[in-house]
Nanobody, 120 residues
Framework: VQLQASGGGLVQAGGSLRLSCAAS????????MNWFRQASGKEREFVAGISWSGSTIVYANSVKGRFTISRDNAKNTVYLQMNSLKPEDTAVYLCARSSGHYPSTDYDSWGQGTQVTVSS
């Protein structure tokens, strides 16, 4: 599967962005999908995950209440709505496919990243 992330950009603190991750192939709806981020000089960090049906969603504490993950299986796309952005949210955001139906620590496909920069 190929994953293509888009929607990043430059935004002021307090603003919003919506990221998209489009997947190729016919099995998108069978797998959980996830968003990660990696700031310059830091390790990759889990942001959010959503199960195959959307019934199970998990967030990192750092984004809970501000970010919303969703998916449209008909469009083979997972989204990350980011509100109340902070400068510390600045990072390259990547999407990844879980190896099963539910968010876990096993990922079998990664997309390229999209840069999000939040100015103060």
């Amino acid at each position: 599967v190929q994953l293509q992330a888009s929607g990043g950009g430059l935004v002021q603190a307090g603003g919003s962005l919506r990221l998209s991750c489009a997947a190729s192939g016919r099995t998108f709806s069978s797998y959980a999908m996830n968003w990660f981020r990696q700031a310059s000089g830091k390790e990759r960090e889990f942001v959010a995950g959503i199960s195959w049906s959307g019934s199970t969603i998990v967030y990192a504490n750092s984004v809970k209440g501000r970010f919303t993950i969703s998916r449209d299986n008909a469009k083979n796309t997972v989204y990350l709505q980011m509100n109340s952005l902070k400068p510390e949210d600045t990072a390259v955001y990547l999407c990844a496919r879980s190896s099963g139906h539910y968010p876990s620590t096993d990922y079998d496909s990664w997309g390229q990243g999209t840069q999000v920069t939040v100015s103060s």
